[in-house]
Each structure stands twice: as structure tokens, then as C-alpha cells.
């Protein structure tokens, strides 16, 4: 082993910088689930910048200081508080913000979304389950972003009202009736944000023998 690591020196060094810069910088997420569709897909490559909030010791989980503050409708990927999964999801609501739904309208601090720009379409559900899908645009609290719903899916389609602890956030999925998000593992505390995902790095169609969606490639999120 000795011999082995004085001959490969170089390369173990690389490792030991990349290991460091992916746990302390930049790191780059493969997106296996649909929870956040139609803004992100399965097969997607997210880059999560680890700087946007806080610096963070290499390895560690331990904060050393502060950059900036999340911001509603961010993307940012965190450690599940339910069971310590690493999950990519929105940022819709604040801390001290009062966040509800009903019947699939999300409502913050009073404010009911708008839906606008209503597109049907088809939604892969499961091996060979296709079922109606439904698009829009949801504009609330300043922000705007496509979701989508799927009606005949069990979800979780009314909450609330709940007002967002002090350092905590609350989290959607895009895909409102796929996803497990703060419905159903709680609100995420700021020391288990991980980063802020701001591009796709590079796309492959998982249900079709990994080819590549080019048209993905290095494409920003919003």
C-alpha cells in the first residue's frame, strides 16, 4: 500500500482536492426521482453551489459562517429532517412566513397563487403507467414557476395554516402531487441546507437507454 500510494501520489492528491471541493464549494447531484418535474427530470445533473448560504467545515456539516440568506422560490438541495435523504426541492416559504394550501392552491402569508398558462400533458408514472397531467404557471409572493399536478395520484392536497419557525423553511416539490417535501417530512432546518441548485449540468433520458437530452445541457434553473 505504501509503495501503491507513493506511486500514485498525484492522483490521490486530486481526489483529496476534489473530495474538498465537492463538500465545501460545488457539487454535482444526479436527480433520480420525478418531484420536481417539469423544471427538473429524472437523469438530470444538477450543479449545487455549497457557498450560496453558509461555509461550511470540508467533511462536516459544522457551519463556520454565513454568505446570504435562502430566498423563496429558490432550488436547494438538504438532508431530510424525516430520515437524512439528501433532496432537491423549492424554497416557498419563509421563516416566519404563515404557509397553507387548498385544494392544491398554495397560499402564503394570505395570498392565494395564481394559475395561468394551463397546458395538459402526459405524465410517466411508475413502469409503464402513464397517467393526465396538468402544467401551469404559479405566480405568488413575488414569484413565479411552472408545477404540475396529477389528479389521480394520492397527495396531500391541503394543509395548514402553519407559520414557519424561526431558522426553519418549507419545501415544495414542482411535481405538487409526486413528491415527498415539507407536507409530509416537516419544515427543514438551516443547518441541513446543503446549497442552492443553479444549473443543469448534463440531462440523460433514463427511460430510454440513457440518451442524452441535449437540449438540457448547461441549462439555468428558475
Given at each position: 500500500m505504501k509503495n501503491w500510494l507513493k506511486q500514485n501520489?498525484?492522483?490521490?492528491?486530486?481526489?483529496?482536492?476534489?473530495?474538498?471541493f465537492r463538500t465545501a464549494m460545488a457539487d454535482?447531484?444526479?436527480?433520480?426521482?420525478?418531484?420536481m418535474r417539469p423544471t427538473i427530470l429524472e437523469g438530470d445533473v444538477v450543479l449545487?453551489?455549497?457557498l450560496a448560504y453558509d461555509v461550511k467545515?470540508?467533511?462536516?456539516?459544522?457551519?463556520?459562517?454565513?454568505?446570504?440568506?435562502?430566498?423563496?422560490g429558490d432550488i436547494v438541495t438538504f438532508n431530510s429532517p424525516k430520515d437524512g435523504s439528501r433532496l432537491i426541492k423549492r424554497l416557498v416559504a419563509l421563516p416566519g412566513d404563515v404557509v397553507a394550501m387548498r385544494d392544491d392552491v398554495l397560499y402564503i402569508n394570505g395570498q392565494a397563487a395564481r394559475y395561468s398558462d394551463l397546458t395538459p400533458a402526459a405524465e410517466q408514472f411508475g413502469t409503464g403507467i402513464t397517467v393526465p397531467a396538468l402544467r401551469a404557471t404559479e405566480t405568488v409572493a413575488g414569484q413565479q414557476r411552472t408545477v404540475q399536478f396529477l389528479d389521480r395520484v394520492g397527495a396531500k392536497r391541503s394543509f395548514g395554516p402553519l407559520v414557519v419557525p424561526s431558522e426553519h423553511y418549507f419545501m415544495l416539490g414542482d411535481n405538487r402531487d409526486n413528491s415527498e417535501d415539507s407536507r409530509y417530512i416537516g419544515v427543514v432546518p438551516r443547518d441541513r441546507i446543503?446549497?442552492?441548485?443553479n444549473h443543469?449540468?448534463?440531462?440523460?433520458?433514463?427511460?430510454d437507454h440513457w440518451q442524452p437530452r441535449l437540449g438540457r445541457?448547461?441549462?439555468?434553473?428558475n
Open positions: 501520489r498525484g492522483f490521490v492528491i486530486f481526489l483529496v482536492c476534489l473530495g474538498l454535482w447531484n444526479p436527480v433520480p426521482t420525478g418531484s449545487v453551489n455549497r467545515l470540508p467533511l462536516t456539516g459544522i457551519t463556520l459562517g454565513r454568505l446570504g440568506d435562502p430566498q423563496r446543503i446549497g442552492r441548485a443543469i449540468l448534463v440531462s440523460a433520458d433514463i427511460t445541457f448547461a441549462s439555468a434553473l
